[in-house]
Nanobody, 122 residues
Framework: QVQLVESGGGLVQAGDSLRLSCAASGRTFTRYAMGWFRQAPGKEREFVVA????????YSADSVKGRFTVSRANAKNTVYLQMNSLKPEDTAVYYC???????????????WGQGTQVTVSS
């Protein structure tokens, strides 16, 4: 079992940057691949980015490639989502996710955080 707590959301303007953090507790952090998903109002939750346990492989949705970067600090049990050049369509609740299998963390992860709101104004 792993518990995930997101932080760093807020209200920003288009073109701004924001960094989200996800702190993990419970079982050994390095057992898990980590991911970020988002859900906009009236839409389904969608995959954003993922990172394997060591941090040397990352995956991104086409909609955020070149703008969003995922990283992790295993010594701090934390994963980050750096979001640059934000657009109004990035407005959503952002969720941290974890799974022991990297392929699964990109689709149906076993563990979820409660989410943090990101709002991008035009």
């Amino acid at each position: 079992q792993v518990q995930l707590v997101e932080s760093g959301g807020g209200l920003v303007q288009a073109g701004d940057s924001l960094r989200l953090s996800c702190a993990a507790s419970g079982r050994t952090f390095t057992r898990y691949a980590m991911g970020w998903f988002r859900q906009a109002p009236g839409k389904e939750r969608e995959f954003v980015v993922a990172i394997n346990w060591s941090g040397d492989s990352t995956y991104s949705a086409d909609s955020v490639k070149g703008r969003f970067t995922v990283s992790r600090a295993n010594a701090k049990n934390t994963v980050y989502l750096q979001m640059n050049s934000l657009k109004p369509e990035d407005t959503a609740v952002y969720y941290c996710a974890a799974d022991a299998i990297v392929a699964r963390v990109r689709s149906t992860p076993s563990y979820w955080g409660q989410g943090t709101q990101v709002t991008v104004s035009s």
